[in-house]
């Protein structure tokens, strides 16, 4: 059952890719690509990259090496367009609130310039664990560096709309908490498998990865048909006496 | 192989962190629980904590040591202000988020001004932390919260322009 080429393995290669173009048609009927450009080009565009890869690798005609190298080029793509929709994510949540969108934009290029770095580091560090095969080792290092930055972005977010209490739009938080759930277990995933560590095992590792990311696509899915969480209509009243507490305070402050 | 195994524990760390923020976002308390959250401010207490002036007296009349001394136990008690503004500025923030539903545009308008502001003192609290615990370390170093008060004092203002608008029959005195 977890063996390459099983049943469950097909399923969760191709099932996740499926749904990602179901909901970027769901997303364009219910007229929410105009506000999520980015979400849609990135699940139509990682469904054409995977179905390609899926197709490469079960045609014997196709050689490792370009296998490896179509991964590598699919992986800088499916890069750039998951920190756009980072910034996506960042715009949705600080347009409403102009006080600390300044100081939120340069926080989150702060943070990527500093994982960046990190990353880099930490690839330059990194064991080329197939000598033979080096290119293997090194889509391994880029994927490990990939989720390095785009996990520490994400966690950015989440902290930041947290310690700011900023609502999050549902769809916007469904989409995050996949991307970040998605970005931490594929870090630890690809950190171990470019460590070297596990040789015999790593298929595991690939099913780990397929499962979590089937997952992620239907809390996105989640998110996007459930309505948009109703708030309380009713307007809540501030209590008097914290009023009158502060009407006598400001009292207190005119006559200075 | 250690860098693989920091990496891995950076990646659950940050897994934990994102899906304790998110369930706590789903699971909110009621809105109407926030508003007894809210801890009173002696704003002029605090305004003297923080005026400089107030500095440059205790400065003439003591020795640097016990200026030291005196100047730490006021910026641990301006610390203690700033903490329950920024708590308070949070508790407005939901309670003004909460008021953006109503359907009156006016009181949407004065929720949306007092979300804002809450921010920004949510923003200068944290930023007026940072400087206090610098000035801790340094108490001879210049003023540490300087645009607090005026964005505590906005804060007031629009919460109270919001609690009018909801419940007109309190007697607002200004």
Known sequence: MLQAHSFLWHYLWLAPHILQLVLAFLLCRRGLHRLFPVFLAYAVVEAIEEFTLYGMDVSPSVSGETFWRTFCVGLVVEGLIKFALIGELALHLLRPWPAVARMGNRLITSSGVVLVLLATLAAAYAPIDNPDNAIISRAHVLQQTLYIVLSGLVLFLFVFAAYFKLSWNNLDFGIALGLGILSCEHLAAWAITASGALPDQRHLLDFVN????????????????????AVTKSAVALPEHNLEMWNRELERLLQL | MTLAVTIVIAAILALALILRIAISHSLQAPDGSRAGQIQPVD???FRNLINPAEDDFLRSRLSSHQFRVVRRARLRAAASYVRVAGRNSAVLIRIGEAALAGGDPRTAEA???????????????????????VALAWPHSGSATEHLVETYERLNGSAMRLGRMQNPGVAVRL
């Open chain 2, 43 to 45: 704003v002029e207490a």
């Open chain 2, 111 to 133: 929720a949306r001004q007092l979300v804002g502001d809450a921010i920004l003192l949510r923003r200068n609290a944290a930023l007026a932390l940072v400087r206090i615990y």
């Open chain 1, 210 to 229: 397929l499962a979590t990311y089937h997952i992620c696509v239907l809390i996105w899915f989640y998110y996007l048909l459930i309505p948009q969480q």
